[in-house]
Each structure stands twice: as C-alpha cells, then as structure tokens.
C-alpha cells in the first residue's frame, strides 16, 4: 500500500505508478486510530519549504506500520534541498525505521514564487516518467537508500534558512482574497485537505486555523478567483493540476466535508 497526500496531482501520479493500492492520507486522518500491516508501505507527498508537510508529518507520527519495507518518495519542483537526509532523522526520531527515502523532480506548483506558465515550458526537461520507472525499480527491489544531500543543495536549504531567518516567513494570513468572478461552486472546499472553508451565501469563507498553505484551493478554482494576497503572485491567473489527474481525484482525495 502507498499513503499520498497531493494538492495540485503530482504525488497522486507518482503513487500510481508505485503501488496499485493509493490510499488519501487526509482521508485516513479522519480515523481515531491507525495500524497498518503490509510487506511494503510507502508514503509520497510534495516538498513544502524543503520539508514533508506538516499533515503528513503527522500522519507518520500517529500511525503505526508494520512491515517488512518502509519508504518514502518527495515530489519537488526545483530544489529538494536535501530533504532526505532530514526526513530519515525526522522518522528515526520518532522511533520508527524507514528504508527508503527518495525525491523527484516535476512541475513546480509554487504560485507564490514562480508564474505556472513559465513552469510549464520547463516541464518536459524534468523527465517524470523516466525518474518514475527508475525509483519503482528501487522500491520493486527493495533497495535502502537514503538520498544523499549535495552540497549545492545543502547551500541552496542553508540559504533559505538564513533569508527566513531575517526577512520571516514567505506566507502570512490571510492568504487568500476571492474575486468577484467567484460563482460560488464549492470546489475551493473540496479540495482542502485541513476542512478550512465553507461556503456561506455563495461564497467561500476561511477559517486559517489548520491551513497548511497547501494553495490546492488556489490551483482548483475553475474561475481563477482565488488569489494569494499576502503577497504579489507572479502571475495570479496561471494556475496548474497534473494533466493526468482529475479534479474530482483531488477532491476525493482530499475533502474533509
Ligand atoms: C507551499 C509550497 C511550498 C513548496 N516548496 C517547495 C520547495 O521548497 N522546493 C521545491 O523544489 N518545490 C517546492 N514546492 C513545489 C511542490 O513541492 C511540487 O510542485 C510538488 O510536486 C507538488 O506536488 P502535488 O501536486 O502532489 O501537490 C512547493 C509548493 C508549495 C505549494
């Protein structure tokens, strides 16, 4: 069995080709409790500011796997800044062991730095399916491994750390205004996996408390009315969903209604 969380599609897709039992983790943080047994569990899930996200950080925590062979797979866009070697100390701190863990590199879904448009021309140099084949042959073969970090990428993380250090933190709430253009479907609340807005007169109302910045409700909008307000997005009508993933396989994914 594989666990993903996704909010633009991509840890989806590459859950697919990793395992034919997908299992939404938002969805199984609904139960009150979390025992799994399988020979092979993995977990994929996108980097959020060179982490795991907190949602599935959490998940690992609470839940307990027994098995034979424990991996996990980070979906990024441009630079995993060494996340590996971080998340193996993350689960080894938990008391728990993990075999296998990898990254790999697809469309960069980040609307709050880069513009989806320019994102998109790069996207064929990323060779997602080839990177696919290579770790389902890791994980077929049981290999260990634990990315190791290079230093250009340990630089790049360090470098992150100093400029949030001095400048604060890249998001801040409220992030998000709606536009007029809105027509009030309700989608935005299907797609978000902490259960963060509701729909009041036709309209979608947020409550930031367990927000993970995830911007699924932003990429999902069909009227691009969704905008990130505290800051100036690159460009805030280009938005993005992996072409081989269906709107409704993220809300199934992820609805907390
Ligand atoms: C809030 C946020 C933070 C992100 N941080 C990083 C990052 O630190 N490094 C990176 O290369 N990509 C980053 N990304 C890009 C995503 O990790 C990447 O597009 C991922 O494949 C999306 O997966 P999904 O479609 O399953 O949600 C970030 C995206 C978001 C929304």
Redesign the pocket.
Known sequence: MVFY????????YVAKHLDSRQISIPQEMKKPERVYKADKIGIV??????EMPDLVKEFIRSSTFETDYFYIVV???????GVAERTKAFVEGLGKRVDYINTII?????I?VFDMEDQRKLDPEKKVDEHIAALKADIDACRHLVQPAPKEETDFYQGYVSMIQKMGPMYSFPLYGVTDDCIGCGICSRVCPKGCISIENGRPVYDYTDCI???SCAHACPRLAIKLICVKEPNENARYR?PNIELKEIMEANSQL
């Open positions: 969380f996704t909010a633009t599609g991509n840890s989806l899930c996108p980097l959020f500011e060179f979906t990024y866009g441009m630079h995993h800044g697809m469309f960069d879904n980040a709050i910045n995830c911007t992996n």
